[in-house]
Nanobody, 117 residues
Framework: QVRVVESGGGLVQAGGSLRLSCAASGSIFRINGMGWYRQAPGKQRELVAAITSGGSPNYVDSVKGRFTISRDNAKNTVYLQMNSLKPEDTAVYYC???????????WGQGTQVTVSS
């Protein structure tokens, strides 16, 4: 019943910006952590940014200063603002959601981000 829906991916030139959104629904429990992962062809999936229930963010070094993660608890939504995009940011971006009082986590379907040179 839990549903995680991502949006906002697309094609952008280097130096441009995109804003990803991820909305979670279908559970009465409070959301704990939320995070954005990405996977490029031939590479392992990596954690890009995560945010705690209280709004404390963490980032992988390669995106610090360029990406901003935020959340709206009233909407059960997490955002990833991506600025100064580079071709190496090209990947499928996945949203992950954890709930209090539930084991495991839930994944979105992924959204493609392509950054051209």
């Amino acid at each position: 019943q839990v549903r995680v829906v991502e949006s906002g991916g697309g094609l952008v030139q280097a130096g441009g910006s995109l804003r990803l959104s991820c909305a979670a629904s279908g559970s009465i429990f409070r959301i704990n952590g939320m995070g954005w992962y990405r996977q490029a062809p031939g590479k392992q999936r990596e954690l890009v940014a995560a945010i705690t229930s209280g709004g404390s963010p963490n980032y992988v070094d390669s995106v610090k200063g360029r990406f901003t993660i935020s959340r709206d608890n009233a909407k059960n939504t997490v955002y990833l603002q991506m600025n100064s995009l580079k071709p190496e940011d090209t990947a499928v971006y996945y949203c992950n959601v954890e709930y209090f009082n539930l084991r495991g986590s839930y994944w979105g379907q992924g959204t493609q981000v392509t950054v051209s040179s």
